[in-house]
């Protein structure tokens, strides 16, 4: 089955720098790429997404690049802010509209003012 | 609209008790499922309903969880008896039949077995 993987486990940035996280994965057969946001307490929220007909999709301060033949996948937060902080988790999917998704271990960023 | 519901969310029973975990998903999603995150692990996934049938529970740890989804709306999920490594936060997410779209997470039930 699907395996994820995610780099790294916490990450420490100063406000205004950029923050990268980076997964893998390991069924060439998954085809959408969700980016999953969870602030203390508060429920996971998708944040961005991708599908593997496209290489890279932005969104304000966010971006998603995709390398489908290397099987990994990266998110990247620029200018970050406090408000940014939470945990980050990527995952995958064979997305025929009722596939599971499986997740990687999720990223604690912290941006410190 | 509301968004998925859970509850309660959180729980702290004694190792050999019961307890039943219940997701309210966004109205009109027939997809429903449950997912699982112990300690600092990834979110694991533990199964899924179309409308009130399992469509897949590959995911369930063991005999001790029993997942229902009665009348295709609301889902509970009981574990019995509870076992100390059954501690974790479980998630529920719903989305709509059909298409590519989002799939939405409750705020989770946070289980603690001592």
């Known amino acids: 089955g699907e395996n994820v993987e995610q780099h790294p486990s916490t990450l420490s940035v100063q406000e205004g720098d950029s923050a990268v996280i980076k997964c893998t994965y390991s069924d060439s057969a998954s085809n959408y790429f969700p980016w999953y946001k969870q602030e203390l307490g508060k429920r996971p929220q998708l944040i961005i997404d991708?599908?593997?007909?496209?290489g890279e999709k932005k969104d304000q301060r966010i971006a998603v690049t995709l390398n489908k033949t290397a099987k990994h996948f990266s998110l990247h937060i620029t200018e970050t802010q406090p408000e940014d902080s939470a945990v980050y988790f990527c995952?995958?999917?064979?997305?025929?509209?009722?596939?599971?998704?499986?997740f990687g271990t999720g990223t604690r960023l912290l941006v410190s003012p | 609209e509301a968004g998925v519901t859970q509850f309660p969310s959180h729980s702290v029973i004694e190792k050999g008790q019961t307890v039943t975990l219940r997701c309210d998903p966004i109205?009109?999603?027939?997809?429903l499922y449950w997912y699982r995150r112990v300690m600092g692990k990834e979110i694991k996934f533990l199964l899924h309903?179309?409308?009130?049938?399992?469509?897949?529970e590959s995911g369930m740890p063991n005999n001790r969880f029993l997942a229902e989804r009665t009348g295709g709306t609301y889902s509970t999920l009981k574990v019995q008896p509870a076992e100390l490594e059954d501690s974790g936060v479980y998630f529920c997410?719903?989305?709509?039949?059909?298409?590519?779209?989002?799939?939405?997470f409750g705020q989770g039930t946070r289980l603690t077995v001592v």
């Open positions: 309903f179309v409308k009130e049938s399992k469509q897949d």
């Open positions: 109205s009109g999603h027939d997809n």
């Open positions: 991708i599908r593997s007909n496209v």
């Open positions: 995952a995958a999917s064979k997305d025929t509209g009722f596939q599971k998704l499986v």
């Open positions: 997410a719903s989305k709509p039949l059909g298409g590519n779209t989002e799939a939405f």
